[in-house]
């Protein structure tokens, strides 16, 4: 089976598989997350074919504990890979890749294409795309947007399954010193500014 279509196949595949996922894992996000890997591929040296399949099923499986949706993902996706013709050495480092790419795993993917899938999913975190999806998930549920004594949390402990806001300090502002490759790394520097920029913004209105 042709790259092209191998490829196609699986677009098909993640588009279906991903209708139920809330707005900020949805295929949208897929295709974001595709596109920043085709981005950050023109300057490294993973394999593109291995690299672009990973992003397609990288979020094919989400469940409430999301340290497991990566595991699942990966064992799902090994399945569809080999209805589509992928060789088993494929198959190992497109799982892989998908197991290593969780920011609540905190490793570091073992393989440049799971460096690359990890980098261009975390651009999508942040920046203004990433706004928009953190208040998003945070009001489907239902969590107020600061803590009205402590909106920066300056002095209490973060907790960012509480107040929307902690979320930018217990993650969102880590990315860019955790990206892996140089391109990830200059594209995350950009999209941070973003996020800084917000924050001044909202404490001079709060």
């Given at each position: 089976?042709?790259?092209?279509n191998?490829?196609?196949?699986l677009?098909?595949?993640?588009?279906?598989?991903l209708?139920?996922n809330?707005?900020?894992?949805?295929?949208?996000?897929?295709?974001r997350?595709?596109?920043?890997?085709?981005r950050?591929?023109k300057s490294?040296?993973g394999?593109?074919k291995?690299?672009?399949?990973?992003?397609l099923?990288h979020?094919i499986v989400k469940?409430k504990?999301?340290k497991d949706s990566?595991?699942?993902?990966?064992?799902l996706?090994?399945?569809?890979?080999?209805?589509n013709?992928?060789?088993?050495?494929?198959?190992?480092?497109i799982?892989?890749?998908?197991?290593?790419?969780?920011?609540?795993?905190?490793k570091?993917?073992?393989?440049?294409?799971?460096?690359?899938?990890?980098d261009?999913d975390?651009?999508?975190?942040?920046?203004?795309i990433?706004?928009?999806?953190?208040f998003?998930f945070?009001g489907?549920?239902?969590r107020?947007?600061?803590?009205?004594?402590?909106?920066?949390s300056?002095?209490?402990?973060?907790?960012?399954?509480?107040?929307t806001?902690?979320?930018?300090?217990?993650k969102l502002?880590t990315l860019?010193?955790?990206?892996n490759?140089?391109?990830?790394?200059?594209?995350?520097?950009?999209r941070?500014k973003?996020?800084?920029?917000f924050?001044?913004e909202?404490?001079?209105?709060?």
């Amino acid at each position: 089976m042709e790259i092209v279509n191998q490829i196609e196949n699986l677009k098909k595949i993640a588009k279906s598989k991903l209708t139920k996922n809330d707005p900020g894992h949805d295929f949208e996000h897929v295709m974001r997350v595709y596109r920043n890997a085709e981005r950050i591929c023109k300057s490294e040296n993973g394999n593109e074919k291995l690299i672009l399949s990973a992003v397609l099923l990288h979020d094919i499986v989400k469940i409430k504990n999301r340290k497991d949706s990566a595991l699942k993902s990966a064992k799902l996706s090994e399945k569809i890979l080999k209805e589509n013709y992928f060789l088993d050495d494929e198959i190992i480092i497109i799982s892989d890749a998908i197991k290593e790419h969780s920011f609540s795993k905190g490793k570091i993917p073992s393989t440049i294409e799971g460096k690359i899938l990890q980098d261009a999913d975390r651009l999508d975190a942040i920046g203004a795309i990433g706004l928009a999806r953190v208040f998003s998930f945070s009001g489907s549920n239902n969590r107020p947007f600061y803590d009205p004594k402590d909106p920066f949390s300056e002095n209490r402990v973060i907790n960012d399954n509480k107040w929307t806001l902690d979320h930018f300090f217990q993650k969102l502002l880590t990315l860019e010193k955790k990206m892996n490759t140089k391109t990830g790394k200059t594209l995350a520097k950009k999209r941070t500014k973003i996020l800084k920029n917000f924050l001044k913004e909202i404490k001079s209105e709060i």
